[in-house]
């Protein structure tokens, strides 16, 4: 379970109104608009890394397991996360230690308990995809292409909704509120090795305002098989982050 935990998350990790009558919007318009709201387009293309810490807590068959997180992101699109979780309440003593790497071309999931496994597939190719800070800001020279499909009824609000497909990797669903731009919830599926086809939902909220940019502080994101919710405590940008930390050693 715990090895493809950080890729079902981090892969989608992408993070980041009209009043009356919804009226007809471009993706580009919407887009624009969702770049406004979470800090600017010129703004955002000036972030160099983000380091995100707090605390997270997988939902399994077997039970709850929690603790802490910490996320690295790099321009152009290295990633790492790093967890410590506390297994006590399974009858270990040891924790086990959780690291996923991406350099920008190579992905690993590092277990202290389970050792290691090179992501290949269309994991691998969700990180060369997932670019820092957003996908959005550089989406057309990627070679990706975005439509506008029809609104959802998500809870008591119709969403807008995006599909991004890439040249290569998972098509996306986003849902933005139209009241805010903010996205709200992502759908993507994908494939791995060990558990075959997956739908995952992302959903952000508890968007703050960290440097003059919205950062969700909470991410849940869920599958058929588990649910990760993390609850971030602090967020820094433009930190200093070796890129020694996105290479396995």
């Known amino acids: 379970m715990t090895r493809s935990v950080l890729a079902l998350f981090l892969s989608t990790a992408l993070v980041h109104t009209l009043a009356g009558a919804p009226a007809v919007q471009s993706a580009d318009d919407i887009i624009e608009k969702h770049l406004a709201a979470v800090g600017g387009r010129a ?21 709850d397991i929690s603790g802490a997180i910490e996320i690295s992101a790099k321009a152009p699109n ?39 496994n090179q992501i290949t597939g269309d994991q691998l190719l969700n990180f060369q995809n997932n670019m820092f800070p957003s996908p959005l800001l550089t989406y057309k020279a990627q070679g990706s292409a975005i439509v506008v499909l029809p609104r959802e009824n998500v809870g008591t609000k119709s969403l807008i909704v995006l599909k991004m497909t890439p040249k290569l990797g998972s098509a996306v669903k986003m849902y933005f509120d139209p009241d805010t731009y903010l996205l709200v919830r992502t759908v993507v599926r994908f ?39 993390i609850r971030l405590e602090k967020v820094e940008h433009n930190v200093p982050i070796d890129d020694a930390i996105f290479v396995k050693k």
Not at 55 to 60: A, M, P, Q
Not at 90 to 113: C, H, R, Y
């Open 191 to 229: 494939s791995t090795p060990e558990l075959g086809e997956l739908e995952q939902v992302g959903e952000p909220s508890d968007y703050r305002d960290v440097g003059g940019f919205k950062v969700p502080f909470l991410l849940v994101n869920a599958t058929s098989v588990q649910t990760v919710t």
């Open 43 to 63: 703004a955002l293309s000036k972030l160099t890394s983000r380091r995100s810490t707090g605390k997270v807590t997988i939902g399994t068959p077997n039970g």
């Open 78 to 116: 290295k990633a790492r996360a790093y967890m410590k979780l506390d297994l006590s309440a399974m009858g270990l003593t040891d924790p086990m230690v959780i690291e996923q790497k991406f350099d920008g071309t190579a992905a690993w999931m590092l277990n202290s308990l389970q050792g290691d």
